[in-house]
């Protein structure tokens, strides 16, 4: 899978210093177990020594948790109250929560709100039989992402080519499409018509259909899908689903 594109080194050290806090938590957050000063160190490239006032500052501010007795360190729970904060007070996200269940009930699918950071896109609200909790977080890349392609619609066609595949990314199911040119289709498709499709390239067996949530003075940051099981097409028109997830995507635009 492509990485997600790196921001610029920050110049300023104390912004360089948070960078590396947060490059730690994430380094913590992907270990299956706890990782000690040197091991943290020589997955981040860092001094032992930075890496040991990092982790100190992070103890103290009860994001990272120290095993007194084997000195290694694990991401707190406290994090949780962050995340927590984050999904429900971030932007618009928190007025989301009543109009995805009651559009989920009516047309009885699962309806997901994704955000595009580097070259993924991230569930970040979800409701229905296929969402929920157990869909947050979830990222793809934005070329096998229906959410993905129309949010980087929006953006000027300069930007483009910044997401577009190579031909070697990797194919998460036999559907993924990597091929630049026929993404950049897709991109044109949807400036046009204001939706994305992921027809299996995700996951097999699930179709999904986005529209971008309209924003009042900027570039939309977020979009809505309609998620489905690919046997529930046929007893679907496509064409009202994109109407739906249009509509759906004015209504959170004014929640």
């Known amino acids: 899978m492509n990485p997600p594109r790196n921001p610029r080194r920050p110049t300023d050290p ?7 806090a947060l490059d730690v938590m994430n380094c913590l957050l992907h270990e299956p177990r706890s990782l000690g000063i040197s091991e943290v160190a020589n997955r981040l490239s860092l001094p032992k020594s930075t890496t040991f006032r990092l982790l100190h500052a992070l103890v103290e501010l009860e994001m990272v948790h120290k095993d007194l007795g084997t000195r290694r360190y694990s991401l707190s729970s406290r ?6 904060e984050l999904t429900v007070h971030f932007g618009p996200i928190g007025r989301f929560s009543k109009v995805l269940r009651t559009e989920a009930a009516r047309l009885r699918a699962s309806l997901y709100v ?10 970040v609200a979800a409701s229905g039989s296929l969402g929920d909790s157990f869909a947050l977080g979830g990222r793809a890349p934005v ?3 229906s959410a993905g392609k129309v949010l980087v619609a929006c953006h000027p066609q300069t930007e483009w080519a910044e997401y577009v595949p190579s031909r070697s990314a990797e194919k998460l199911t036999p559907h993924t499409n ?7 289709m897709e991109l044109q498709g949807a400036r046009q018509t204001g939706v994305a499709w992921n027809r299996e390239e995700s ?13 009042a003075g900027r570039t939309p940051r977020f979009a809505v899908a309609i998620l489905f099981k690919k046997e529930e097409l046929i ?3 496509p064409k009202e689903l994109e109407e739906a997830v249009r509509r759906i995507a004015r209504r959170l635009g004014t929640s």
């Open 14 to 20: 104390r912004t360089r210093l948070l960078r590396y």
């Open 79 to 84: 994090v949780f109250g962050l995340v927590h």
């Open 114 to 123: 994704s955000t595009l950071c580097g070259g993924f896109t991230y569930v």
């Open 143 to 145: 070329y096998a992402s």
């Open 178 to 184: 990597t091929d630049p040119a026929r993404f950049l």
């Open 203 to 215: 996951s097999l067996h699930h179709l999904s259909v986005s529209a971008a949530i309209p924003e």
């Open 235 to 237: 007893l679907r028109d």
